[in-house]
């Protein structure tokens, strides 16, 4: 594992568009500096179900256009990616795994996520999360939604104090 101070460390980030995931972003992208490497990262599950049928394909379609407009809102929010070394990486299949092996892949040195934290089970991390915590091979931080509004009232503060 590398350590935080690491000048060049390597940070994969599951992104899904939901607040929780735009707070970790931003932590990876803080994270990450002007030396490191971050890779975004969204997958969606493709139900065997459909596998052969006829309805496959344009349901196929419609997810790959949105797992790009995902990808578009984390660029559109996040304009510290253009300080950054970066990669997307748009993955059909189970999202714990896809991150998992991303990280496994690129040698990360950490993985940042948000979760929902949705189900009674899952409440404190969320399936993803949970998954994830038992196939990554190096760290994963954990993003609650709560963060959300943490950082809003943050956001708030720091503009009220330049105004």
Not at 43 to 50: I, L, Q, S
Not at 136 to 152: F, G, K, Q, S
Request: glycine share 8%; hydrophobic share 45%; with cysteine.
């Amino acid at each position: 594992m590398t350590a935080p101070s690491d000048p060049h460390p390597c940070v994969v980030v599951g992104f899904d568009g939901s607040p929780a995931s735009h707070v970790a972003l931003a932590r990876a992208i803080r994270r990450v500096g002007p030396y490191g490497k971050l890779y975004l990262v969204h997958a969606w599950e493709v139900p065997e179900a459909w596998r052969g049928r006829g309805t496959y394909q344009p349901y196929m379609d419609r997810a790959l256009t949105r797992a790009e407009e995902v990808m578009e809102s984390a660029v559109a929010n996040h304009p510290g990616l253009e300080g950054i070394s970066w990669e997307r990486e748009l993955i059909g299949g189970p999202p714990a795994r896809a991150i998992a092996d991303v990280a496994d892949v690129r040698k990360a040195d950490e993985i940042v996520l948000g979760t929902r934290g949705f189900g009674r089970v899952r409440a404190l991390l969320g399936s993803v999360a949970h998954e994830l915590i038992h196939l990554a091979p190096c760290p994963v931080t954990v993003i609650p939604e709560r963060m959300v509004v943490r950082n809003a009232e943050a956001a708030e503060t720091e503009v009220v104090a330049t105004a």
